[in-house]
């Protein structure tokens, strides 16, 4: 391109890019595959600054806009080109697309933001910008962008663009479009052989989030086509905010269907916002924190390990063992692959059984709060196909919709009443629990679909809760399902004149509360934001090791259940060895510590004792309702240390290997 037939905004939007983003460029230059679409992101709100003008054009008009600035990219890019004369490395690239980030700028107003259910027929053809949910992706195509025609009678060639609104058909000019002096108006026109450029293409579905919905308002989703760079970013179940041009697309020709126009955006823009979702950024300080937090409960640490627990679900009182169970199933422990390839997961499973009123509902809320990415579904609602995937037939050909437990990946999927789900509906989420995939053989589509997720369900027992009785009479749930949650606690709401005392003074107090707030954040009850850091900073950060004397208090805790199993088969399997050592490992990471100490070992033990029906070791553990903060954790914990130490060691055939000096 020579400079002198240059358009003036053309060479304007060529300076501002060698100007701003000549590192960019340079990256672009040097990168070594000429085939490939590379993106190269521009800020709308620094555009504007510069040229309001053009920003204006580009706002009101992108369809031109857009691919005059890709031609004034690659042009700055031949320039820079140049200028690497002396580097071996550099590769000229003949395609550059353009990406326009708005954060920041004037184009986040509602009128360019609007919901996805306020688009109308006033947003065509402008740059808009829309947020939602990644409902559906695609799979990955390919489709024609442009080919190049020559006129027979003056030798003019020109690009043409295939409309995506009709289907990818072609539309030839009237006449030559040569701008001579002298008019061509050739109308006969001839295809240039190998002139056709392809683009990749994935069509997504996004849905505005229920979050920020009305009252009473079913959420709208939108189709977005994502072409070259952008294809394959994003997965579904990701929050993302779109930037692009909106236009309609003609719904298939189905037999005895009226055809619409479907509004359709195609992106120029995509960011997800998972990140940004979960306040995962956490500042130096914010560690600091932590550690000088546990270096002040150096001498007792439960009394630290309480004062973060009672964080979790605050406007419920007491329930000490729900919300201990809660953090670990949260923090969960460390996945361990053998050679093999042979995956032992490490995510755990909480079930709350319990009368109805006894808080199941606010753990399962609060759960999802603490999560940076949570599903929270019901059991009555809920089918298979909802749970796991679902096959859709869109437009002629089979696609994947991910359900439940799918989007939910690497987060937390909550299931209440998990009573009122039909059996074999239960009976899909098996593998899901302890497999961790989920395999799918629909509609002529066999692939495995990963879910490594936490499941917490909550039921109500069958009828009134029966002591006497097994747990899976009792919740009428299998065997095997059971077996597959790490804690199972029974939550009963027997009659306790003192506990309703209590209870009630504090759901009264609850109004006086909210005024006074305490300025000093990990002295008190620590804030939601701090929580969910702290979680997700002890998952990532530590990946604690068993010392000797935990794997012994585990082993013969182990073996002890075993023997005395008469009414919980479907509870005491290998299965519960592993759990024990997950929950072992996540209250190391609790603790702040990257070692498992025969504190953790015995700890895991309560959790797991106090979801038996009948205890083989702690007659005192009682009802986990009625389990309460105590105001010297450190000495209690001492007696129940000891009291389990002498039970196992009773059992045990090495008297010897468990010591019990330190007590």
């Known amino acids: 391109m020579e400079p002198e037939n240059v358009p003036a905004h053309l060479k304007a939007l060529a300076e501002f890019v060698i100007r701003h983003h000549s590192d960019q460029l340079r990256s672009i230059t040097l990168s070594p595959d000429p085939k490939l679409h590379y993106p190269l992101y521009i800020d709308f709100a620094e555009l504007l600054d510069e ?30 080109f140049d200028e690497l004369k002396s580097c071996e490395k550099r590769v000229e690239k003949k395609f550059i697309h353009v990406r326009i980030n708005v954060s920041g700028s004037p184009l986040e107003c509602p009128e360019t933001f609007p919901s996805i259910g ?29 080919r190049t025609y020559m006129c027979r009678k003056c030798k003019h060639m020109f690009p043409v663009y295939p409309e995506l609104e009709t289907r990818n058909s072609i539309v030839l000019p009237s006449h030559c479009p040569s701008q001579r002096s002298k008019p061509c108006e050739g109308t006969n026109f001839q295809f240039v052989e190998n002139s056709i450029i392809c683009h990749d293409y994935q069509e997504i579905k996004i849905q505005e989030s229920t979050q920020v919905l009305g009252v009473g308002v079913i959420p709208r989703s939108i189709l977005v086509i994502l072409k070259d760079d952008l294809v394959d970013i994003v997965k579904a179940g990701d929050d993302v905010i779109v930037t692009g041009i909106l236009t309609a697309k003609w719904s298939p020709d189905l037999k005895d269907v009226r055809c619409d126009l479907d509004p359709v955006l ?28 546990w270096s002040e409960f150096k ?32 923090i969960g422990g460390v996945q361990h692959v053998d050679a093999s390839g042979t995956k032992v997961r490490g995510e755990s499973h909480l079930l709350l059984v319990g009368d109805p009123g006894t808080g199941k509902s606010q753990f399962l809320k609060f759960a999802a709060k603490l999560s940076n990415r949570s599903v929270i579904t019901t059991g009555l609602g809920s089918t298979s196909a909802g749970l796991t995937v679902t096959a859709v037939k869109d437009g002629g050909e089979w696609m994947l919709e991910a359900g439940a ?17 039909r059996e074999h509906d239960r009976a899909t989420i098996h593998e899901a629990m302890e497999q961790q995939t989920i395999s799918v053989a629909k509609a002529g589509l066999v692939t495995t679909l990963s879910t490594r997720t936490i499941v917490f369900g909550a039921t109500n027992p069958k009828g009134r809760y029966d002591p006497d009785q097994s747990l899976s009479v009792n919740t009428t749930l299998s065997g095997p399902l059971l077996s597959r949650f790490d804690i199972v606690l029974v939550l009963l709401d027997t009659k306790n004149p003192e506990w309703d005392a209590v209870v009630s003074s504090h759901i009264l107090a609850e109004g006086g509360l909210s005024e006074e707030k305490d300025t000093e954040p990990l002295t008190d009850i620590w804030p939601l934001a701090m929580l969910r850091r702290y979680i997700y900073f002890v998952k990532g950060y530590f990946k604690p090791i068993l010392t000797k004397e935990a794997e012994k208090v585990i082993s013969s805790y182990y073996q002890l259940q075993r023997r005395s199993a008469t009414q919980n088969a479907a509870r005491t399997t290998v299965r519960m060895l592993e759990s024990l050592i997950r929950l072992a490992q996540a209250h190391a990471r609790l603790m702040f510590r990257n070692e498992v100490t025969r504190l953790d070992a015995i700890t895991a033990i309560l959790c797991i004792e106090s979801s038996m029906t009948t205890s083989a070791i702690v007659d005192s553990v009682g009802n986990a309702l009625h389990s309460n903060f105590t105001e010297n954790p450190d000495l209690e914990n001492a007696k129940q240390e000891k009291l389990i130490l002498d039970k196992l060691r009773s059992f045990d055939e090495f008297p010897d290997i468990i010591s019990t000096q330190a007590l």
Request: one cysteine or more.
């Open 51 to 80: 040229d309001p003008e053009i920003a204006h054009l580009v706002f009101s008009k992108p369809a031109d806009y857009l691919r005059f600035f890709e031609d004034a990219a690659i042009w700055a890019h031949k320039i820079v």
């Open 118 to 146: 306020r688009v109308r027929v006033k947003h065509h053809g402008v740059l808009l910008t829309l947020k939602g949910t990644v409902i559906r992706s695609g799979a990955t195509k390919m489709y024609e962008g442009e």
């Open 266 to 293: 195609i992106a120029n823009h995509v960011r997800r916002t998972n990140e940004l979702k979960s306040d995962i950024d956490i500042p130096d300080d914010i560690i600091m924190q932590f550690k000088q937090f």
């Open 299 to 330: 001498d007792t640490p439960l009394k630290g390990r309480n004062a973060i627990l009672r964080g979790i679900c605050p406007q419920v009182f007491g329930l000490f063992t729900v919300k201990l169970a809660v953090a670990l199933t949260l």
């Open 405 to 421: 437990l799918v989007l939910a990946d690497g987060g937390l999927c909550c299931i209440d009443e998990f009573d009122s789900m």
